[in-house]
T-cell receptor, first 112, second 118 residues
């Protein structure tokens, strides 16, 4: 069955430093993977999606993620954190045709 | 950019009452979904809806829940006889195609309705 594990519940970085949010997936077939972000009192916004066309996926706001089949990972990165990046981030895998399975989320804090 | 809109943003109800959560999906989308997030827990799938019928539902989505697309624009979630444990943020979402399709269609989520059952 498809599932995702987000390895860190909280990540704290300083503004201007790199961000790494880790996600491992489990899937019996080639998965569809996404990262969503949730700012306080807001809905879930799509950051990026893995389409199998390229292993390095670029998303909005300078984020990108690399699909590594050998490591079953889909880590989210950003070279330089901004204060506005503070939010909760969800790694998501599809199960079947119509269902998303969410990870537990990683709360990113960005300090001045 | 088109958005999924949900109303109300907050709903407080008494245990045993019925509530209807409303959603307006993006107009050219064909697949509709409800997810919920109990405070401090994961976002959970409830139901998907396509071609005027439920295409998949989770074990959470029992007889207490129902969905409906009463007209060409709205998509509603009805919860009958609410319980304390139904308190959660409920998210509506829509997509152009199925999430597992080769098109890899992402879901677009609304801002959610926070339901509090007292």
């Amino acid at each position: 069955a498809q599932s995702v594990t987000q390895l860190d519940s909280h990540v704290s970085v300083s503004e201007g430093t790199p961000v790494l949010l880790r996600c491992n997936y489990s899937s019996s077939y080639s998965p569809s993977l996404f990262w969503y972000v949730q700012h306080p009192n807001k809905g879930l916004q799509l950051l990026l999606k893995y389409t199998s066309a390229a292993t390095l996926v670029k998303g909005i706001n300078g984020f990108e993620a690399e699909f590594k089949k050998s490591e079953t990972s889909f880590h989210l990165t950003k070279p330089s954190a901004h204060m506005s990046d503070a939010a909760e981030y969800f790694c998501v895998v599809t199960r079947g045709y119509n269902k998303l399975i969410f990870g537990a989320g990683t709360r990113l804090a960005v300090h001045p | 950019e088109p958005e999924v809109t949900q109303t109300p943003s907050h709903q407080v109800t008494q245990m045993g009452q019925e509530v209807i959560l409303r959603c307006v999906p993006i107009s050219n989308h064909l697949y509709f979904y409800w997810y919920r997030q109990i405070l401090g827990q994961k976002v959970e799938f409830l139901v998907s809806f396509y071609n005027n019928e439920i295409s998949e539902k989770s074990e959470i989505f029992d007889d207490q829940f129902s969905v409906e697309r009463p007209d060409g624009s709205n998509f509603t979630l009805k919860i009958r006889s609410t319980k304390l444990e139904d308190s959660a943020m409920y998210f509506c979402a829509s997509s152009e195609a199925g999430t597992g399709s080769s098109y890899n269609s992402p879901l677009h989520f609304g801002n959610g309705t926070r339901l509090t059952v007292t």
